[in-house]
């Protein structure tokens, strides 16, 4: 059994920049993938958005065009941690973020999508608050 733990959320300003983590217990997650989710905050009742993915096996990532160039995501293998760094910032990033991980996406070729159905595992979530 995964279990996921994130940290980093907070309240920031427009052009500023955070960092998420998400820690992975319970497997090392070595040729998984992993991802990150959000939810925007003021539509409480929509689907998550994935905005960005990572193969654990060879560090491959892809993100959507709204953060490609602002969000990093990367992996610390030592912390079995996931991150998300977040730049320029704006409110439309605000959002609740998850992190997901899934043991059986990727194993076989190594390509992770960013489809919520496909992740088994889960963190808490995190809130994201861009104030202009």
């Known amino acids: ?4 733990e994130q940290s980093g959320g907070a309240s920031v300003q ?4 955070l960092k998420l983590s998400c820690a992975a217990h319970g497997d090392t997650l070595n040729r998984n993938c992993m991802a990150w989710f959000r939810r925007p905050l003021e ?3 929509m689907s998550r958005e994935g905005i960005a993915t990572i193969y654990t ?3 491959s990532t892809y993100y959507v ?3 490609k160039g602002r969000f990093t995501i990367s992996r610390d293998d030592a912390e079995n941690t996931v991150y998300l760094q977040m730049d320029s ?3 439309e990033d605000s959002a609740m973020y998850y992190c997901a991980a899934d043991t059986g996406m990727g ?9 919520s159905y496909l992740y088994k595992y889960w963190g808490q979530g995190t809130q994201v608050t861009v104030a202009t």
């Open 107 to 115: 194993q076989n070729d190594g390509s992770c999508y960013l489809r």
């Open 43 to 45: 539509s409480p009742g």
């Open 14 to 17: 427009t052009g500023k920049s």
């Open 57 to 59: 096996g060879d560090r």
């Open 1 to 4: 059994q995964v279990r996921l």
């Open 89 to 91: 910032l704006n409110p």
């Open 65 to 67: 065009d709204s953060v």
